[in-house]
Nanobody, 123 residues
Framework: EVQLVESGGGSVQAGGSLRLSCAVIGYPYRRYYVGWFREVAGEEREGLAVINDDGKTTYADSVKGRFTISRDNAKNTVYLQMSSLKPEDTALYYC?????????????????WGQGTQVTVSS
């Protein structure tokens, strides 16, 4: 059974930082990409960043320069380092996995999703 387990969410003041982790458990193939997404109640899920199996990254304009996605293949873990956080970054953050080599921040190709971790940024 494939599982994605997020951790690292919490509450932080504006301007602060958080690092989210996404542990990939039970996925048998090496070539996959992982994306980070966020969702606010009543709004569409927003793609933030994706990292391919070769380490290539893509970011949404809303987080470019503030968020950094990285991957530790030995630990099967993907990270999202978030800096200069703003109140509008408050959301439920998800990681997701898709088979293939070239990632996208479009959520449609993703087959496996974590349960989400809440990030709250106060002003």
């Amino acid at each position: 059974e494939v599982q994605l387990v997020e951790s690292g969410g919490g509450s932080v003041q504006a301007g602060g930082s958080l690092r989210l982790s996404c542990a990939v458990i039970g996925y048998p193939y090496r070539r996959y990409y992982v994306g980070w997404f966020r969702e606010v109640a009543g709004e569409e899920r927003e793609g933030l960043a994706v990292i391919n199996d070769d380490g290539k990254t893509t970011y949404a304009d809303s987080v470019k320069g503030r968020f950094t996605i990285s991957r530790d293949n030995a630990k099967n873990t993907v990270y999202l380092q978030m800096s200069s956080l703003k109140p509008e970054d408050t959301a439920l953050y998800y990681c997701a996995l898709a088979l293939g080599r070239t990632g996208t921040v479009d959520p449609r190709p993703y087959m496996y999703w974590g349960q989400g971790t809440q990030v709250t940024v106060s002003s």
